[in-house]
């Protein structure tokens, strides 16, 4: 599939092919993932549910969560130190539109890897004028020979301060393989709106991004959520064929 480069009347067009692509391969949507931690492969470390989520006021960077309380909404985090291990989901995705809300404390990091590959990144990027790939939003770069190339910082600074809600919503496309199995097109961030502001279009991915599950590339991966690099938290995940 070609991707052209003539801005969002390409975009829309292409997102409709993605939902032809999805109704046919008999995607169903994985909703809502995070109730509790039945969605994700063993081990998952430290991380809890927890049924609400504020910054520690005795500690700004940190995250304060209740996991007392039976009622509420259910908020997946990694653990009382914010620094366990990384979450796999037991499905896998191809082509797929995803709605992700998290929430960072102060100077936090985490990351959203499609297919455990292709990350867009979580940090606490608030106030921050020039925004780099390794800001909220960015396609983090790819990492070879101890250098890195092709990071996408965000168009826009949409973050929010640290300890509110923000999210995703991504239109992801798979790389597409040939019978042989070579690879014919890269994997793709069709679009990504963060806290609702378009972010990237049409950005296409040569290979995994850094510090990846898998280096290699396939038609499906499982979603990834980051815990080893900061306090997070994270509800209201969906996976789904682009409609």
Known sequence: ??????????????????????RAAGQETIAPIGEDL???RDPTGDWLVATTVKPDPDNPKRLKADTAADEGPKIIVNGATGRTS????????GDVAAHVEFMVPQGSNSGVYFMGRYEIQVFDSYGKQDVQHSDCGGVYQRWKGGKGFEGHPPRVNASKPPGQWQSFDVVFRAPRFDERGKKIANAC?????????VVHENVELTGP?????????????????QGDHGPVAYRNITLRPVE
């Open 209 to 225: 991004t850094r510090a990846s599950t898998y280096q290699d590339e396939q038609p499906t991966g499982p979603l990834m959520l």
């Open 38 to 40: 039945s969605a994700f």
């Open 189 to 197: 961030f069709v679009q990504v709106k963060y806290n609702g502001v």
């Open 86 to 93: 990384n979450l796999l989901t037991k499905a896998e995705h």
């Open 1 to 22: 599939m070609t991707i052209r480069r003539d801005g969002l009347a390409t975009t829309w067009i292409l997102l409709a092919v993605l939902a032809a692509v999805g």
